[in-house]
């Protein structure tokens, strides 16, 4: 249900309990099922592939505007330009494990682990770089709003389509006003939707990023 005056309904406290219970045995799940064994499995290739560390970090903007480290599988060698300059088509910084990662988008599951923290839900507004978020603020109305909650792991714009790097303002306008949907109509049902369809998704991003 939307309700006014900016008021969510995950300001309920027995909703925002629930989805962060959710969150915590999701996300405690798949760390105990998978990411226990991806992690040295994938940390034997990145290694074999380029020298750096293993997870990248990087800081994103999180609920209320808090800054947080952002984790994910390194998909790149290391370079100057990680944070400031998006990822292209055929982006020669990214290495042939990294091309895998990316399409499967198994380079963000140590996200879980921020999820188990508190950082992020399992469903929820995408974090954008802090560079990202600085340039378009301004510019698109009613922004801020889509920080009303934690960033996900998936979230509705992603299911639409807009995932990836943000090029434009139609791109962003578009995703933040999907973002505000999704935060003003939250039930515990549209997150399991919004999961159930994020493989087939992902998979169809997959196929077509080649």
Partial sequence: MKLKNNITPLDNIFNAVFKRAFDILFSGFVIVFFLSWMYPLFTLIIKLQSRGPVIYKQLREGKNGVHFICLKFRSMHLNEDSDNSWTKLNDPRVTRFGVFLRRTSLDEFPQFLNVFLGNMSIVGPRPH??????????????????????????????????????????????????????????????????????????????????
């Fill in 129 to 210: 770089p802090i560079q990202l978020n600085d340039l378009y603020r301004d510019r698109v109305e009613k922004f801020s709003l889509r920080h009303q909650t934690r960033p996900g792991i998936t979230g509705l714009s992603q299911m639409k389509g807009y995932r990836g790097s943000i090029t434009n303002y139609h791109q962003m306008s578009a995703r933040v006003k999907l973002d505000r949907f999704y935060i003003q109509n939250w039930t515990i049902l549209f997150d399991i939707k919004i999961i159930l369809l994020t493989i087939p998704a992902t998979i169809q991003w997959g196929l077509s990023s080649k």
